[in-house]
């Protein structure tokens, strides 16, 4: 998917009428959250459209049958999310953590819902969003058949890393979390500290280019 969400985002808001600018803008309520702290836990039902005002969100998944915890997704600045179970009407698939201290602005989907009967033209991108959001689970489901383990660790790097900072994680916890192997992991940890994204010391990982890790996620899937 890349920066789709982003510019997605952008491109709508550029040419939105100035009326519902200003009713999205004067709906929208203000949330802060600590590292750790859940946005929604899944089963929830929506309250609205979230935007990243500052900060890392995280969408994870409990596996059914295993009940380990899998990271599908990060959600950055200037990138909205929660918008696939609102238009779907039903409880949120997955869980949202803040893994840093971030700001969030939530649109209630009362409003949202207004504003579409209002403008029905705007349904069109709405589709246009769940349509690449689809395109996204796909190719991610391609990534994890042909076992492209690289940004899935890198991933994970950063997501237990600032969700649990003190914790040294070992390789069988990060394989177990990105559903692949010990050797897997260790090549690509061995990978990504090659290309100087992290450094290595017996248990202990350390970040040294957070924006390239999380860059790996959009070059994947582009």
């Not at 089963?43 to 059914?64: E, H, R, S, W």
């Not at 969003?129 to 994970?156: D, F, G, P």
């Not at 050797?183 to 970040?207: C, Y």
Request: glycine share 6%; charged share 25%; proline share 3%.
């Amino acid at each position: 998917m890349g920066d789709y969400n982003k510019v997605f985002f952008s491109e709508f808001w550029s040419y939105l009428a100035p009326e519902i600018k200003i009713q999205l803008e004067s709906s929208a309520r203000s949330l802060e959250f600590k590292r750790g702290d859940f946005i929604y836990r899944e089963g929830d039902t929506p309250q609205g459209l979230y935007f990243v005002k500052t900060g890392l969100v995280g969408l994870v998944l409990i596996g059914a049958s295993s009940g380990k915890e899998h990271l599908l997704r990060f959600f950055r600045e200037d990138q909205f999310f929660g918008h696939r179970s609102l238009f779907a009407n039903e409880g949120y698939h997955g869980s949202t953590i803040a893994l840093e201290p971030t700001s969030l602005k939530l649109i209630p989907k009362s409003v949202i819902f207004d504003i579409l009967k209002g403008h029905p033209y705007l349904y069109k991108d709405v589709v246009v969003a769940l349509s690449k959001e689809l395109r996204q689970a796909e190719i991610q489901r391609v990534m994890i058949l042909e076992n492209q383990i690289l940004a899935r660790t890198a991933q994970a790097v950063i997501y237990l890393k600032e969700l649990h900072p003190a914790h040294k994680w070992t390789r069988q916890e990060i394989a177990n979390f990105c559903a692949s192997t010990v050797s897997t992991v260790i090549k690509a940890l061995a990978e990504l500290e090659a290309r100087g994204l992290v450094r290595q010391d017996g248990r202990n990982i350390e970040v040294l280019d957070r924006q390239g890790l999380l860059a790996l996620q959009e070059t994947e899937a582009s």
